[in-house]
């Protein structure tokens, strides 16, 4: 900011008495911070954002107050208010060279890709990944590789870093962006056999889900699978999942729901037979204990 104090200076020897002292004052003050400096001059062309002086900031000067304005804001952090004057400004390829120059690459590439510059943003974001790589920021470089839409880039990123939950981003990444076989695969992997279902529904995969669900020995996976069939419409293998594992119990109530009732009713006719032909236990003192096998019990639900 020499150039502020320089003016601050020429304003205290030319301005004469107190008001050149103030300002000079004022130009410093402003000028000792990044923020404060960039608000002042945001501030300052603001005031010439009308219809009678609006040439101003259209003239060399107000290009210079523009410039200054994003530069300010660069050096501050606040790459946000930066793109945004740059966007106001039409300054975008003078804004991304200097988030460029001053090492923001990241910053430079989401204002490139804001303003659909997408050969200059792509550009930069592999720039800034191969930087991150270089210097072993893996994490840093599959976040960016998500955040640019590389998408196979950022799942074998995120495959390659240690814990479960990068893997699991990884299959997550896949899912949401046309890759269930890979998404499943990761799933898979980690055991994550609820979410590897699910993905496979979602893409449409329902031979797959069925026959995987009947094999599981996984009762939970016996119900998501009926479900599935059921969602699907496929009510004989909904039933015939359960059936098959023994959940006679929620097959039949499925039956119920579906308006089979000779089905249902076969069904609550096996239950019975199951529970009738089932061991009573007794304790040491000879006394029941309290199960119960009465036909209104084995009729709950009907």
Known sequence: MGDTAGWGLLLAVFGGGGLGV??????????????????????????????????????????WINRKTIMGYIRAG??????????????VDESVAMLEASGRIREAAKLAR??????DAERLYRSFMAMCLEKDMKLAAAETAEEAGFWEDAVNLYRG?????????????????????????IFLS????LDAMRTAEEAGMLDFLLQFCSNSPNAVLHHFG???????GKIGAAIGILEAHGHLQNAAAMARE?????????????????????PKETSKSGGLFAFDFSDD???EGK
């Open 22 to 63: 103030a300002a000079a004052v004022l130009m410093l003050y402003f000028a000792s911070d990044e923020l404060r400096w960039a608000r002042f001059l945001d501030t300052a062309g603001s005031l010439f954002d009308n219809r009678l002086t609006r040439p101003v900031m259209e003239s060399g000067l107000g290009r």
């Open 78 to 91: 606040r790459f946000d208010k930066a793109g945004d004057i740059a966007v106001r400004e039409a300054l």
């Open 114 to 119: 804001r303003m659909g510059r997408d050969a």
């Open 161 to 185: 870093l240690e814990g479960k939950e990068s893997r699991l981003k990884a299959a997550r990444i896949s899912a949401a962006h046309g890759l269930p076989g890979l998404a499943i695969e």
């Open 190 to 193: 980690e055991e994550a056999l």
């Open 226 to 232: 009926a479900d599935a069939a059921r969602r699907a």
């Open 258 to 278: 579906a308006g089979l009732a000779e089905k249902a009713a076969a069904l609550l006719e096996r239950i019975r037979e199951k529970r009738l032909g089932a």
């Open 297 to 299: 019990a084995l009729e």
